[in-house]
Nanobody
Framework: VQLQASGGGLVQAGGSLRLSCAASGGTFSNYNMGWFRQAPGKEREFVATTVWTTGNTYYADSVKGRFTISRDNAKNTVYLQMNSLKPEDTAVYYC?????????????????WGQGTQVTVSS
């Protein structure tokens, strides 16, 4: 499956952005979809995931209550709505797909990755 992330940009602290990730080449509804991010000099970290078997969503503690992951299976797209952005949210954001039956939170569990989209939050 191929993934194409978009929607990043420059925003002031407290602002909002919505990232999109369009999938092609696979059965989108049968994939867990996740968002990860990587800041300069840091490892890629889990942000959020939505599980295809249950519809459950999970978030990193650092974004809980501010970010919302959602998916539209008819459009083969997963979204990440980011509100109340902070400078520490600045990173390249990646979407990823995984065929597991339960939630996955590790980079190594995801089979397919998009190219990343830059999010910069100014103070």
């Amino acid at each position: 499956v191929q993934l194409q992330a978009s929607g990043g940009g420059l925003v002031q602290a407290g602002g909002s952005l919505r990232l999109s990730c369009a999938a092609s080449g696979g059965t989108f509804s049968n994939y867990n979809m996740g968002w990860f991010r990587q800041a300069p000099g840091k490892e890629r970290e889990f942000v959020a995931t939505t599980v295809w078997t249950t519809g459950n969503t999970y978030y990193a503690d650092s974004v809980k209550g501010r970010f919302t992951i959602s998916r539209d299976n008819a459009k083969n797209t997963v979204y990440l709505q980011m509100n109340s952005l902070k400078p520490e949210d600045t990173a390249v954001y990646y979407c990823a797909a995984d065929t597991s039956y339960s939630a996955r939170f590790s980079v190594t569990h995801y089979d397919y990755w998009g190219q990343g989209t830059q999010v910069t939050v100014s103070s």
